[in-house]
């Protein structure tokens, strides 16, 4: 399972992107299940305005065969201005990297690195979900993401206590065809321009 994650800046602003679908092209990533491991993040080029930030871009490569619980954490950090969301552990944004893995046990609670200078851990959009690969075909990656009217808010998990941003992200015998986000709290509104649903094929052979 090669999770990819695409963070583009407009500016000082950090817009992160984790999926690979429609509507949001300009900025797909190569996130993907195969039989062998994704050596580089797969980013698309961004729309107008927008250039890939390579210091926070990273690809995380996880191998179902280690456990039965895929475990994401989402580590949500304010600059006092924005946030921006991060779900990867991995070189080159070691100050913000996630304890997302594959285990034979579930985590309990999220782990998140101390951050760069600037930056602090938005503790109430952080949040820790954990997935039973065992419980169906289709990891179904759902990803909601909301405009305050002059910045954008990526949240991929649903779980306490980011309830107002939760996303139907799940493990299914059916794949899902729409995403489904919460209606994020005051001063946010979905931008459906940049919501997505991904289904991976968690059967054996599967592409």
């Not at 946030?83 to 034979?104: A, D």
């Amino acid at each position: 399972m090669n999770l990819h994650q695409c963070v583009y800046s407009s500016g000082t602003y950090l817009y992160t992107n984790v999926l690979s679908t429609t509507p949001n092209t300009p900025f797909n990533t190569g996130t993907n299940v195969s039989d062998t491991r994704d050596t580089a993040a797969q980013c698309g080029s961004a729309s107008s305005g927008w250039s890939l930030n390579t210091a926070n871009v990273a690809v995380q490569s996880l191998d179902r065969v280690r456990g039965r619980y895929l475990n994401l954490h989402q580590c949500v950090y304010s600059s006092g201005t924005y946030l921006y969301t991060n779900v990867l552990s991995t070189t080159p944004n070691t100050p913000f990297n996630t304890g997302t893995n594959i285990s034979h046990t579930p985590d309990s609670a999220v782990k998140c690195g101390a951050a760069s200078a600037g930056w602090t851990l938005n503790s109430a959009n952080t949040a820790v979900q954990s997935l039973d690969l065992a419980a169906g075909r289709y990891l179904n990656l759902h990803q909601c993401v909301y405009s305050s009217g002059s910045y954008l808010y990526t949240n991929v998990l649903s779980t306490t206590p980011n309830t107002p941003f939760n996303t139907g992200t799940n493990v299914s015998d059916t794949r899902d065809p729409v995403a489904r986000c919460g209606p994020g709290s005051a001063g946010w509104t979905l931008n459906s321009a940049n919501v997505a649903v991904q289904s991976l094929d968690l059967a054996p052979g599967a592409p």
